[in-house]
């Protein structure tokens, strides 16, 4: 602080010059001030609505002291909760042909008089029926081959059925049962032998539920590439990505897929190279649907569309933030836009439409209408929306393209509740398997296959084409 005693000494101009001097810190503490109060401010207005998996596309893991309720993006149906009028229930029927019956006769003495009743003098009352599961027990079944020697000197031998290759192994049925507990009910290593113990009455180890998984994924091998060939030749396809956990590194579980195949790859890197490496030539003659991930709109494709659920998200966040006026009138557009694909049919489509021509035109007016700036990042949401105008609202213009990219997030949910269930998977060739497994049975269950039959199946059919090659070679 300065004070009176120390200025008298100065001249005029020394004291003007410690004036301006003192005034420029002053100037450059307030200016410094100024910039924290403006963070500060921003800090503020973000933790009072920050982002979240309510109104963006972070997961609820990342939500900042988790919301108490997750806010969905669908409208409410005012419709009662439960079965709707008209809906046909179901109940558990008793079965016509019991596999075993026990009767309960009352005794042939008379309580009353003591007279003796013969046995078709008792007539049924009533009958209840109890559903119930056997014991399971493994069974073992051992097989002999036999040789015989002929006269003349030569022998003929039995052969063992193809897959039988070792003095003991385990069947295709456990096998199989164990992939499906693993992959399609997310049974983790440590706790599928303690399952398999008290359930099968089968004891196996970890190292030994790990090499069926192996077998297994080896044997849907042509399973996988067939399904990465159909999502190749797709007209439509949806594709996603997500962070997943691999021997404590970082990974990316990414998926392609069609309403009637699932692709899933599980690579190290989250960019375009993973694309290119499992789809070199894109998709040329195919219909993209993707968030906007550069790497997806990046991937060659005959059109894009952007996955209309992100971008409520992100405006959802705008209103909450900012209440802005230019994010609700969007909104209300994209609702509308949704509104109106699912009232089209699929021939209208081809036909002009003066409700589609208004969306339209309504969606280029907002995007060339000047923002105010008090809105952190809203002008480069509406930058990115100018860029990628085309891919808005190509499912207006097409019958089998979706406005959102639910598919695929679905796909890569299994994967998530994998993770949380099991913590990650531990090495790179453990989440190669469950990336193989998982895409055929999410494929089997969108053709309305059976999951555990075609697992053995497709395990036999290996061991059979195995043999096969081995007797020709």
Not at 168 to 181: A, D, H, M, N, P
Request: net charge positive.
């Amino acid at each position: 602080m300065i004070k009176r005693d120390s200025l008298e000494p100065l001249s005029k101009d020394e004291i003007i010059d410690l004036f301006v001097e003192f005034s420029n810190k002053v100037e450059k503490i307030i200016c410094e001030m100024q910039e924290d109060i403006r963070i500060l401010k921003e800090e503020n207005r973000r933790l009072k609505h920050p982002q979240n998996s309510r109104n963006s596309s972070r997961p609820p893991s990342h939500d900042l002291g988790r919301p108490v309720r997750q806010k969905s993006l669908r409208q409410q149906s005012h419709k009662k909760s439960g079965g709707q009028v008209g809906h046909k229930g179901t109940t558990l029927d008793q079965f016509q042909n019991p596999d075993r019956i026990v009767t309960h006769s009352p005794d042939e003495h008379c309580a009353g008089c003591g007279k003796i009743h013969s046995a078709d003098q008792f007539t049924l009352q009533a009958k209840r029926q109890v559903v119930d599961i056997p014991p399971i027990q493994t069974t073992v079944t051992e097989h002999q081959v036999y040789q015989v020697q002929c006269q003349c000197g030569h022998i003929s031998a039995g052969q063992f059925p193809s897959g039988v290759t070792a003095p003991i192994q385990y069947g295709s049925r456990l096998t199989s049962f164990v992939s499906y507990l693993s992959t399609r009910q997310y049974i983790p290593f440590g706790r599928l032998p303690e399952l398999l113990k008290c359930i099968c009455n089968v004891s196996l180890s970890e190292g030994t539920i790990y090499n069926m998984l192996n077998r297994v994924a080896d044997s849907l091998l042509p399973v996988y590439e067939g399904i990465k060939q159909n999502v190749a030749r797709a007209n439509v396809l949806g594709s996603d990505e997500s962070g997943v956990k691999v021997n404590n590194a970082n990974y990316w579980t990414w998926t392609w897929q069609t309403d009637t195949d699932t692709f899933i790859v599980i690579a190290p890197s989250r960019g375009y190279i993973t694309i290119e490496n499992e789809f070199p030539d894109g998709f040329p003659g195919a219909i993209l649907v993707s968030d906007s991930l550069s790497a997806q709109l990046k991937t060659p494709a005959l059109l894009h569309q952007l996955c209309l659920a992100h971008l409520l998200r992100e405006l959802n966040a705008f209103i909450e933030s900012s209440e802005n006026e230019w994010a609700k009138l969007l909104k209300t557009l994209f609702e509308k836009a949704i509104q109106l694909k699912r009232s089209l049919t699929p021939t209208q489509y081809d036909e002009p439409l003066e409700e589609r021509n208004l969306i339209d035109t309504a969606l280029d007016e907002l995007l060339q209408r000047q923002l105010q700036d008090d809105v952190p990042k809203l002008a480069a949401f509406q930058k990115r929306l100018r860029k990628w105008r085309d891919a808005i609202f190509t499912f207006l213009y097409y019958y089998d393209v979706p406005f959102d990219n639910n598919g695929s997030e679905r796909a890569i949910r299994n994967i998530k509740v994998k993770q949380k269930v099991s913590g990650g998977f531990r090495s790179v060739r453990g989440a190669k398997i469950f990336a193989i497994i998982r895409s055929a049975i999410d494929t089997w269950i969108k053709r309305s296959a059976d999951i555990f039959d075609m697992l053995r199946f497709s395990i036999d059919l290996a061991a059979h084409k195995k043999q096969f090659l081995a007797v020709m070679g």
